[in-house]
Every structure is written in structure tokens, then in C-alpha cells.
């Protein structure tokens, strides 16, 4: 009895039909055991992303308040939201990078299994696809934002990592002062103090003179005498704070003499800034309107 022609045709893609079941099935299972058996790269869950869906779900109007009114959220709540979640995933992006160098060179020497592999590469992907969702939600609110989104968090992680070290001195002052204490030995004394890191706009910054230099200044001249000082420009806040901290660098006060050559030079410099500005456009003023000879060459052509 002869066989069809289409029978082996029929045979190969019934193997190959279950042969895609099996494999399908068994990477479902393989993928369910491993994330059964295995505990999570950040156990801690991600709490800003938590924080943003439920916003974003509370601004589509699907929760309402005591009365029954849709709460509404403003945009740039959301927009903070979602920059805070993408520091989140600037830190972890982060922690990582550190993470797969330490792995690599524990895997070398065998001191990993496979399962430590699996879980970071399970890790990997999931924050690639949380880096997707991100740029596309900061895409939702103005096009192109997506791209800016996470050097923005980066910059902003960095900052905030640089305050954590520079407000840390003086908890680690007192470490090192308590440590000096117990041992017997002499504490120094702090020279320099730590100013603010962001000095707010409009700031008044006030020097205050020892009692004996302000008498000293008010004996041969009186407070009319400290007037004739402080006369002039009124000098920027930032100037009178770097001109402190020189200051109390060197261990010396801020006189009043240092305060006028400081007001001296900050008014000259005012005066060539203006004088600059001046020259500047009388030359333009000079480019732009024509000479009398060529005016006359013209109107005779």
C-alpha cells in the first residue's frame, strides 16, 4: 500500500507543533519555579512606583472622596511622582553596576552558583523594563521628556548623595571627638564653620564685630563714622559670604575697612560694567547708522 506524499510533510509538523508546546510549557514552569523558589534582588519591593500608579489611578477619577467627588491630583504631582521613581531606579541602576562586578569575580572563583546568576539576570530585566515604562509615562506627560527624565535623577541622586557627605562631617566630628575624649587626648577647636550648602534667595547675611573692635570704631569717629564705612552699593550676599569665609579662614575678623575695599571695588566694577556697556552701543549705534559722505555720494548717483 503506498503512502501519501503529504504524510511525512504531515509527520514533521506534527513533531515540530509539539515540540513548541513542550518548550513553551516548560519555560512557563522552569520561569513560575524559579521565581517561587528564589527571593527577589530588592526585597524591599519598589514603593515610589506604588506611590505613582496609584496616583495616576486616583487622577483618572476612579477614587473619590468623603462627599463622592473625584479626587483630582495636580500634574505636578505626578510629575514629581514619576521623578521620584526614576531616582529610585538611577540608585538601583547603581547598586547593580557594583553588584555584577563583585558577582563576576565570586562566579571566577566559584564561590556563586547559578541560581545567584539567574536571579540578577532576572533582576536585570525587570529594571529594564521599569526604565521603558518610565520613559514612556514621562513621554505621556511632554514629548521628549523620556530622555531627559533619567539624567535629570542622575544629577538629582548626586546631589542629594553630596549633601548626605557634607551635613555627615559633623556627625563625624563628634565621632572622632568623643573617640579623642576617651583616649585622654587634647580636642582641637573647629576654625572654619560649615555654612549652609544652598543659601536661600534673599538671604541677609549680618557680620557681627567683636565687642572691642566696635568700640574702637565708634570711640574716635562715633556710629557717624561706621555710616561713612557702610556708604555706597549695597554689596551681594554671596560676595559678604565668601568675604566671611576668607575671613574665617584666616582667623581673622571682617573689619570694617575690609567691608569698604570691598565696596570700593565692588562699585568700580559696576562703573566699567557700565562703561562697557556704553562703548557697546555706541558702536552699534555707530554700525548701524550711515556716514554723511556716503549718505551724500548716494543722493548725487
Known amino acids: 500500500m503506498a503512502l501519501s506524499i503529504?504524510?511525512?510533510?504531515?509527520?514533521?509538523?506534527?513533531?515540530?507543533?509539539?515540540?513548541?508546546i513542550f518548550s513553551r510549557v516548560y519555560r512557563r514552569r522552569t520561569a513560575a519555579a524559579l521565581a517561587a523558589g528564589h527571593a527577589p534582588w530588592f526585597p524591599e519591593g519598589h514603593p515610589e512606583r506604588d506611590i505613582y500608579q496609584t496616583l495616576v489611578l486616583a487622577a483618572s477619577g476612579a477614587s473619590t472622596d468623603s462627599q463622592g467627588r473625584p479626587v483630582e491630583i495636580p500634574e505636578v504631582v505626578l510629575k514629581a511622582a514619576l521623578l521620584n521613581r526614576a531616582m529610585a531606579d538611577v540608585r538601583r541602576i547603581?547598586?547593580?553596576?557594583?553588584?555584577?562586578?563583585?558577582?563576576?569575580?565570586?562566579?571566577?572563583?566559584?564561590?556563586?552558583?547559578?541560581?545567584?546568576?539567574?536571579?540578577?539576570?532576572?533582576?536585570?530585566?525587570e529594571l529594564e523594563a521599569e526604565i521603558l515604562d518610565v520613559v514612556s509615562e514621562a513621554n505621556t506627560f511632554r514629548d521628549g521628556w523620556g530622555q531627559l527624565i533619567f539624567p535629570t535623577a542622575g544629577e538629582m541622586v548626586a546631589h542629594l548623595k553630596h549633601k548626605e557627605v557634607y551635613y555627615g562631617v559633623a556627625a563625624q566630628r563628634e565621632d572622632e571627638v568623643k573617640k579623642l575624649t576617651e583616649a585622654g587626648k587634647p580636642v582641637p577647636k573647629p576654625s572654619i564653620t560649615l555654612p549652609a550648602l544652598v543659601t536661600p534667595p534673599g538671604t541677609q547675611i549680618q557680620v557681627q564685630m567683636p565687642p572691642q573692635q566696635q568700640q574702637?570704631?565708634?570711640?574716635?569717629?562715633?556710629?557717624?563714622?561706621?555710616?561713612?564705612?557702610?556708604?555706597?552699593?549695597?554689596?551681594?550676599?554671596?560676595?559678604?559670604?565668601?568675604a566671611a569665609?576668607?575671613?574665617?579662614?584666616?582667623?581673622q575678623p571682617l573689619t570694617p575697612e575690609i567691608l569698604q575695599a570691598l565696596a570700593q571695588g565692588h562699585a568700580q566694577q559696576m562703573q566699567r560694567e557700565q562703561q562697557q556697556r556704553e562703548q557697546q552701543q555706541q558702536q552699534q549705534s555707530q554700525q548701524g547708522t550711515p556716514s554723511k559722505k556716503a549718505t551724500i555720494e548716494e543722493?548725487?548717483?
Not at 570704631?217 to 561706621?226: F, I, R, V, Y
Open 6 to 20: 503529504f504524510v511525512p510533510f504531515a509527520y514533521i509538523g506534527l513533531l515540530t507543533l509539539s515540540l513548541a
Open 94 to 125: 547603581i547598586r547593580m553596576r557594583d553588584d555584577k562586578q563583585a558577582m563576576a569575580t565570586l562566579v571566577q572563583k566559584g564561590s556563586l552558583g547559578d541560581e545567584t546568576v539567574a536571579r540578577f539576570g532576572m533582576a536585570e530585566k
Open 216 to 242: 574702637q570704631q565708634q570711640g574716635p569717629g562715633g556710629a557717624d563714622g561706621q555710616q561713612r564705612v557702610m556708604q555706597g552699593p549695597p554689596l551681594p550676599p554671596a560676595l559678604l559670604q565668601a
Open 245 to 251: 569665609q576668607a575671613a574665617a579662614a584666616r582667623g
Open 299 to 301: 543722493a548725487e548717483e
